[in-house]
């Protein structure tokens, strides 16, 4: 008996083996990084694309890029749901993985067959016709589709991940946690790299089919590594979504906004030792937690109907929420400074941008490099050298709080946003007295390596503000929130987005009229795309204001309390 109970406990622990640990990981980081090469890379170049296949101008095309970016960064939210709700990580990344391969094939069809898109001609001197109805919508089903796969791949991925290594069974389990987190934004990071560098200079030396074929093979490679590993993978059952707790403890305060709370009110809580009251902030919401009838709650301590009752901890999960969103909103602005992708491409393509006196030229759309090489050297700078070096020099331990940093990065938006004018200015000025006003597509006698200082600023901008907003949202939520936390900063880059799209078609409005062309003109030298950004970087300058109102009535976050409470603790011993 014994020895039949040895064998069976023996299989069950081969089983579990099988399932999860270490030999995943690369599968899982390949699938990530591969996505994340191939829908990155298709965005520098896409008003290029856009404006050059599709004969689109480039209001519409800088218009139709902020739809589609808004769509990619909101649909990990909708993903993350699906995924705790309904479908399991799995489902969810395998799904995405596909629409995402459907999508980049969809769009490489478009340099293929002449049928899909308008005629060839030249803008400049001859009218073209745009894209028919048919060939529009072709074109945004498969950009649809691509931030449907975005959405199933990246919410789900990382924590993917870290469930198969999750285990107590296997040796030395924080270390292959924290080597797998490691590898992971490594190679996110690399993957955006190689994007902006090598999938745009392939567009840009190689062609659109060989430039948009190439994404496709590796989110194919992407979808392969994804699925061959199906059988080493741990796949839990979903449970009950954060999501759908915020929206029953709404139902359940409205069901019960006419109970009247009184001094003897009972609050339910799912755990028995807790008798504590909700807080009084909100306090509208404290009516979903009241117990009055014992028939709310079973013998199990649940309770009968999640509708109609919840606990105190899912109100508060909500209240926290809803207290954050206004400091939220007060970053949306840096996120709309940061999505003006587009004109930079533009003015880079007028501008030289060889190396020196060498051959080599930088792709246009290449100049993003500089941002995502700014927030990396940042980081390690920051973390490495001067916190530390600080504490030292000051013989105590130095602490930039999260509003800080938050701030300081709104800060540096604006300044990002002054210097793009001014950079403009001189550009469109040079054009003009080197008689090339009709010319958009001359290259003028400036280098371009006067827009890094712009790019450097966006990254060190979301060095501080994005790294900053997130570590918020981690210490102010509770960790039941965790995933209400990650995708909160990309819900606001898909407001963002669709917030610049406004600000954008409103400029366009305004100063076109009926008969003269506006700021955003298709011909970059005949546009005032110096006046566009002094619109935005007014608009930056105002929102430091209400920053600072939001930030002084959020009160002390986490992090300011637990030092003030350091500080008190500090001086108590040397008294």
Not at 130 to 146: G, M
Not at 242 to 271: C, E, L
Not at 372 to 378: D, F, G, L, S, Y
Request: with cysteine; proline share 4%.
């Amino acid at each position: 008996m014994k020895m039949r109970e040895a064998m069976n406990s023996h299989q069950t622990q081969l089983s579990t083996r099988k399932k999860g640990g270490l030999v995943t990981m690369p599968f899982i980081i390949a699938n990530e990084a591969f996505e994340k090469v191939a829908s990155y890379g298709l965005v520098p170049n896409m008003i290029v694309y856009l404006m050059s296949d599709y004969k689109i101008g480039v209001a519409k095309g800088t218009n139709i890029i902020f739809f589609w970016t808004a769509a990619t960064n909101f649909a990990p939210v909708l993903g993350a749901f699906l995924s705790d709700s309904y479908l399991g990580r799995f489902l969810t990344i395998g799904l995405g993985s596909i629409f995402s391969l459907m999508g980049m094939f969809l769009l490489w069809l478009t340099t293929t067959v002449p049928q899909l898109k308008p005629h060839p001609c030249n803008q400049l001197t001859e009218t073209c016709k745009p894209p028919t109805n048919p060939q529009f919508a072709f074109l945004v089903f498969a950009f649809l589709l691509i931030s449907m796969g975005a959405g199933g791949v990246r919410p789900c991925s990382l924590a993917f991940g870290a469930q198969q290594i999750d285990n107590k069974n296997i040796p030395n389990n924080e270390r292959a946690i924290e080597s797998f987190f490691g590898w992971y934004y490594a190679s996110s990071a690399i993957a955006v790299l190689v994007a902006f560098t090598g999938i745009v200079y392939i567009q840009d030396h190689a062609g659109w089919k060989v430039g948009f074929g190439v994404p496709v093979i590796l989110m194919l490679l992407s979808v392969v590594m994804f699925f061959v590993a199906s059988s080493l993978y741990v796949k839990r059952k979903v449970k009950n979504s954060i999501f759908t707790s915020f929206v029953q403890v709404i139902v359940a305060a409205y069901k019960n906004r006419k109970f009247v709370v009184a001094p003897s009110t009972r609050w339910y809580h799912h755990r028995k030792d807790l008798d504590t009251g909700p807080t009084k902030r909100l306090s509208f919401l404290n009516k979903a937690c009241i117990i009055q009838n014992p028939k709310d709650i079973t013998s199990d301590a649940d309770a009968s109907d999640r509708w109609h009752l919840c606990t105190v901890e899912q109100v508060e999960e909500l209240k926290s929420l809803i207290r954050v969103l206004p400091l939220w909103s007060s970053g949306l602005m840096m996120s709309i400074n940061v999505s003006q992708s587009s004109f930079p491409v533009l003015q880079a393509k007028t501008m030289n941008r060889h190396l020196g006196s060498s051959t080599f030229q930088i792709p246009a759309a290449s100049f993003s490099f500089f941002t995502i090489a700014t927030i990396a050297i940042w980081v390690l700078l920051y973390d490495r050298v001067i916190i530390p070096t600080a504490s030292k020099i000051l013989h105590k331990k130095v602490y930039l709080g999260v509003k800080l940093r938050m701030g300081i990065g709104l800060v540096i938006s604006t300044l990002a946003m002054i210097i793009s004018a001014i950079v403009e200015h001189v550009r469109r000025r040079k054009a003009i007295e080197q008689g090339f006003v009709n010319d958009p597509q001359a290259v003028i006698n400036m280098s371009a390596m006067w827009l890094i200082p712009q790019y450097c600023l966006h990254g060190l901008a979301e060095a501080f503000s994005a790294i900053g907003q997130n570590e918020f949202y981690y210490s102010e939520f509770p960790k039941s929130m965790s995933s209400i936390a990650a995708s909160l900063f990309m819900l606001g880059m898909a407001v963002a987005n669709l917030l610049a799209s406004v600000i954008l078609t409103t400029v366009e409005n305004i100063t076109r009229g009926s008969t003269k062309e506006g700021w955003i003109s298709t011909n970059i030298n005949h546009g005032r795309y110096d006046g566009y950004y002094w619109v935005l970087a007014f608009m930056s300058f105002m929102n430091l204001f209400y920053f600072a109102g939001c930030s002084w009535a959020y009160g002390p976050c986490v992090d300011e309390t637990l030092k003030d409470e350091g500080s008190e603790d500090s001086n108590e011993d040397l008294g």
